[in-house]
């Protein structure tokens, strides 16, 4: 492989990492809005304390694929600030209003499990932000962003203002609810919020599953660039993501929390990288691929070295973060 090539495949295990990771915190947004039912409050707690140590630092991983394909890939990035400024920008001031959302209400007046103002900007903002990055997806992933001559010459609203676009930014917030509702089974399990989360985690699997198989039969006629891609070389892991989805469905109806929450969190890793390897080489299909967007390798060598450096401090203390604050406390919860 090329150093461009393992550059960017650097940034796609980073934004694989955000989607197992972030995406729980916004699906997580996403229960606290609905949460109902006699253990309502109890609901809204669990999620505050599954959240609470760690949904700052799952952030440095978006932080790093943007910095990451400035430096590595400047052509690319230009291209898709410009074509995605809309959903990107929508995405980047939910992701701001849930942040202070969920900091203001843990330090506000309100009890965190009562309803509230800050809560329903929590909520709310968990939806926007993983919706409108998905469009985003949608849009480079269908083909519909158009470079000429270095050029953007397709519209702002190409690709994610579509009604294809919108169902992938559903299966996106339903896919987070689902890997939300899977991983809290298990922060709470032996306890009655268990079943609640379960149910939960069901009806969004279902949901999700839907919303993917519905993109998958309009693929051909309104995504050809993606269709290409998840039926061509990336077959095979779109095969074991189907084959995976009633393995993680049933682990949660049987209640095997841990089982389940491997599963799901396998399922997101295994669309993704299906998308990547259909689309390998191009970075912008069908017109920029990684080598045409990459930087001078000199840049690509330094920015290998400094990652290299980086990931010796920062795996280690995100994995020491991860088991200092996500051991199981279900007193915590009551």
């Known amino acids: 492989m090329s150093e461009a090539e393992i550059v960017a495949a650097i940034l796609w295990l980073a934004l694989t990492a955000y989607a197992v990771l972030a995406g729980a915190d916004f699906g997580g947004g996403v229960w606290d809005l609905l949460a109902s039912g006699p253990h309502e409050a109890e609901q809204r707690r669990a999620v505050a304390e599954a959240m609470g140590p760690v949904w700052e630092a799952n952030h440095v991983w978006l932080i790093f694929m943007i910095v990451g394909l400035f430096t590595g890939f400047p052509a690319a990035f230009g291209i898709l600030s410009m074509a995605l400024y809309l959903p990107f920008t929508i995405a980047l001031v939910g992701i ?21 103002a800050w809560g329903v900007a929590f909520g709310g903002a968990s939806v926007i932000a993983p919706f409108f990055m998905a469009t985003g997806a949608a849009a480079v992933a269908s083909g519909s962003i158009r470079v000429s001559g270095g050029h953007l010459v397709s519209g702002f609203e190409a690709g994610w203002a579509t009604p294809y676009g919108l169902l992938v930014g559903l299966f996106a917030v ?57 039926f061509g070389r990336g077959l095979p892991l779109l095969v074991i993501a189907l084959i995976n989805g009633p393995i993680a469905l049933v682990a949660v109806w049987r209640s095997r929390p841990r089982v389940a ?3 799901v969190a396998a399922q997101v890793i295994f669309v993704l990288w299906a998308w990547a ?26 920015l290998l070295v400094v990652t290299g450096i980086g990931s010796l401090l920062l795996l280690p203390s995100l994995w020491f973060l991860f088991r200092v604050f996500k051991s199981r406390n279900p007193a915590a919860i009551y």
């Open 277 to 302: 390897v259909g689309q390998w080489p191009y970075l912008v299909p069908p017109d920029l691929t990684i080598a045409d967007a990459a930087a001078p390798n000199a840049t690509l060598t330094a």
């Open 174 to 230: 339903a896919m987070c609810a689902y890997i939300a509702a899977t991983y809290l089974t298990v922060e709470t399990e032996g306890t009655p919020l268990e079943g609640d989360f379960r149910r939960r985690a069901a009806v969004a699997g279902l949901v999700a599953g839907a919303a993917a198989i519905t993109s998958l039969v309009l693929a051909p006629f309104a995504a050809p660039s993606l269709a290409h891609a998840l």
């Open 96 to 116: 701001v209003f849930r942040g202070a959302a969920f900091a203001f209400r843990a330090h506000g007046r309100e009890e965190v499990g009562a309803a509230s």
């Open 261 to 263: 929450r491997i599963a």
